[in-house]
């Protein structure tokens, strides 16, 4: 056997490499000791003895107010008022930051305090007295218009209690604050206190303007008054004039605008000055100068607004026209609340158990025994042992595992488990728990709170209600419940719009939508377009695809067809309804040009420095299409090896952001309207509900939902259906399905309901 030499190192050799090491590892220790520089931890960044980068605070993501905070923290650092709170600065991180922010407030609360107190303006006035009480009302009623606050022990409208009220005269040129129920100090009972405002409360002819009044009014009902003359809402209106706002508290809007009406210092909010404290535990002195900031802010604020809705002739018309009627039939809804069948929750309770332990053991005998909720354990399981296909990086969404269903039989069971699991703890279990003393839940209806001007509500979320959770949901004796839905409204719009006279004939000579897109688009008889046929199920998800921009990628998955089916069916549309292409075209150009749309009713979504990255957008286009010598951007870019790195990768980095607001600018026309339509509908139903002794309960994207006596006729019901068909004139019809129920959710279509019931 051949003997193996192995090469031997010299004596000299191993010493010089022992020595390299003992070298790098000094090295290595110096520079693990090396501390960043306060610029590098705030500003640039810094490498450790790894060789990572290290980002700066200010380099990561952040919202506005955390960086604002962190500016303070900063220079408070800086300033010596307080130190790092870290023994290495390798270890401040903005996390750490953010903790010392909370940490510096602490310790300037009582600091802060003591300066408003000390700087009290001297027309903030405490009423302690029947006398100054006579002398405010006197004065109130020479007053058109005031500001209006509640102090209250918390946020419960339904248990917690005023204790204090703030008013704002304009023309006396005073703020004050009331105290009722304070735990220190003098003050009148809140009985009197009540007593005496409640003729100015409930008079119409005094405006009253506050900021989210929907609250205020709720706590002035819970303690048996029913404010009338809202006048003005800022927070309402703050979010018409901007909907991009980060923040709509009225202290965070003072501080960000206040210079700009009369209030140059910050204003801090409630969590800054009293974290946790009730109301009523605040002395009477710090009270005063924090309640009667309150409705002075508020009016400043008000003032300030109307200028801006003076210039704005369809805002301002769409604010007290539209949104403050709202606030109004907001509450009145709120109030009312939901019926709910505590016994129905607790045998469909029972079900639901007795289905999720048998998915149980289903998932089980497919998979083992572990954590089904744990993301973690699932991950491993489905990705590292029996490697399921990746769709979504390592995700057990529900979206992903709809899309791994056919890669094993589990799976549907793990989305059956997953559904049941949700229905049981987040509706059927909590649901009743949140139950008042009526018997009903009082949910929260925000008017404002999408870009589109949709409702939404919460507590619970009826848009995301299961469809078997609605059952819990009842009328009470001898009513029935009334769902009135706009049919097709979205579709409607658009084909006035847009005025495709393609568009509209379907509607217009009374046919089927769908089919009839369908049929044109794929140039195949209508009689193979009906109800149930893959066209026109193909139609329904592409006219919203048409509608909305959605991604031919997207749309190809929700097809089932190949990316260049998708492009080609999108060309098909537009050519076969070529006013709807100009319509979304047109748009482009606008929000382009303008950097906004609006809807029908003047609503306006606005798309801050969209116009600056449209040029660049469009500049790339156009020379990526004169290098192909094509038309328009192929989809499948990074296939075209000869057009240069460079300008595919510009082109990538600004396509997201610039496609996205082009999709959302046409929805924001099409949806923005169609919302104003529901919402001026809700008012006209308000109105004839009222009429009728009847009650609106809530809305859900098209659809109302009432309450009526269940001796109801359907000409009647087809009252109510005119009701919202007449909000607005249109070159097609709008149209309303109506369902009549006792339970939501098992409704029938109201003809098939009087004819049971004959």
Request: proline content about 3%.
């Amino acid at each position: 056997m051949e003997e193996v030499l192995t090469p031997n190192l010299t004596m000299q050799e191993e010493d010089s490499t022992a020595w390299g090491r003992a070298l790098e590892a000094q090295e290595n220790k110096e520079l693990s000791k090396k501390e960043p520089t306060w610029e590098e931890m705030w500003e640039i960044g810094w490498t450790n003895h790894k060789g990572t980068f290290k980002k700066a605070i200010f380099q990561s993501k952040m919202s506005a107010t955390d960086k604002e905070r962190l500016l303070i923290v900063k220079k408070a650092i800086e300033d010596g008022e307080i130190g790092t709170g870290v023994e290495s600065m390798k270890k401040f991180s903005k996390a750490h930051a953010l903790r010392l922010w909370r940490d510096l407030q602490e310790k300037r609360k009582d600091k802060i305090l003591k300066e408003m107190v000390e700087s009290t303006p001297k027309n903030y006035l405490l009423v302690q007295t029947e006398k100054a009480l006579n002398q405010l009302i006197n004065d109130l009623t020479k007053e058109p218009i005031i500001a209006l606050d509640t102090e209250t022990t918390g946020l419960d409208v339904y248990k917690d209690v005023i204790v204090g009220l703030s008013i704002t005269l304009p023309i006396a040129d005073y703020h004050v604050y009331i105290p009722v129920a304070h735990k220190k100090g003098t003050q009148l009972e809140r009985k009197t206190v009540l007593l005496a405002l409640k003729p100015v409360l409930t008079n119409p002819d005094i405006g009253k303007v506050l900021h989210n009044a929907k609250y205020d009014m709720h706590m002035l009902l819970r303690h048996g008054i029913k404010m009338e003359g809202l006048y003005h809402d800022t927070r309402v209106a703050m979010a018409i004039l901007n909907e991009n706002e980060h923040s709509y508290a009225l202290k965070n809007l003072a501080t960000k605008y206040g210079r700009l009406f009369g209030f140059q210092e910050d204003s801090h909010t409630y969590d800054d000055l009293f974290g946790k404290t009730s109301f009523d535990e605040i002395d009477l002195d710090v009270a005063l100068v924090y309640a009667a900031k309150d409705t002075h802010l508020t009016w400043k604020l008000y003032q300030w607004q109307k200028t801006f809705f003076d210039d704005r002739e369809k805002l301002r018309r769409l604010y007290q026209e539209l949104e403050n009627p709202l606030i109004e039939l907001c509450v009145d809804m709120e109030q009312f609340g939901f019926l709910i069948d505590q016994d129905y929750a607790k045998e469909y309770g029972k079900e639901l158990k007795r289905e999720i332990e048998e998915e149980a053991k289903a998932l089980r005998h497919h998979f083992g025994d572990i954590n089904f909720n744990s993301p973690l354990q699932l991950a491993k399981l489905f990705y590292d042992e029996l490697k399921l296909p990746e769709v979504k990086a390592r995700s057990t969404d529900v979206k992903t595992l709809k899309a791994l269903q056919e890669h094993h039989d589990g799976i549907k069971h793990l989305l059956k488990y997953r559904e049941s699991t949700k229905l049981l703890g987040t509706y059927v279990e909590s649901l009743p728990e949140r139950i008042k003393k009526d018997g009903k839940i009082h949910g929260s209806f925000n008017q404002v709170s999408t870009v589109t001007g949709r409702f939404s509500s919460n507590e619970p979320n009826l848009q995301n209600l299961p469809q078997n959770a609605r059952k819990l949901f009842v009328a009470p004796n001898g009513k029935v419940m009334l769902g009135s839905d706009f049919s097709q409204i979205e579709p409607r719009v658009l084909a006035h719009i847009s005025g495709d006279k393609e568009l509209q004939e379907p509607y217009l000579q009374g046919q089927d939508l769908y089919s009839t897109l369908a049929s044109r688009v794929f140039n195949v008889p209508l009689q193979d377009c009906g109800d149930g046929s893959k066209y026109r199920k193909m139609m329904k998800v592409g006219l919203l695809a048409v509608m909305y921009g959605t991604s031919m990628f997207t749309l190809s998955s929700q097809l089932g067809i190949t990316v260049e089916e998708a492009q080609k069916f999108i060309q098909d549309f537009f050519k076969t309804y070529p006013d709807v292409d100009a319509f979304i075209k047109g748009t482009h150009r606008k929000v382009k040009e303008k950097e906004y749309v609006e809807t029908l009713f003047g609503r306006k979504r606005r798309f801050p420095g969209h116009k600056e990255k449209a040029i660049v957008y469009d500049k790339l286009a156009k020379q990526i299409c004169d290098h192909l010598g094509v038309e328009e951007v192929p989809i499948n870019l990074w296939e075209h090896k000869k057009l240069p790195y460079d300008l595919k990768r510009k082109f990538q980095d600004i396509k997201g952001d610039v496609e996205s607001v082009r999709r959302q600018s046409v929805n924001a026309i099409i949806q923005g309207t169609a919302a104003d339509i529901m919402k001026q509908a809700l008012l006209n139903l308000h109105s004839h509900c009222r009429q009728k002794g009847w009650s609106l309960c809530g809305t859900v994207h098209d659809e109302a939902l009432m309450v009526v006596d269940e001796t109801i006729t359907i000409d009647e019901v087809l009252e109510l259906e005119r009701a919202m068909t007449s909000t607005v004139s249109l070159e097609v019809p709008l149209k309303v399905d109506t369902e009549v129920m006792v339970r939501w959710g098992e409704g029938k279509p109201k003809k098939e309901w009087f004819q049971s019931v004959a």
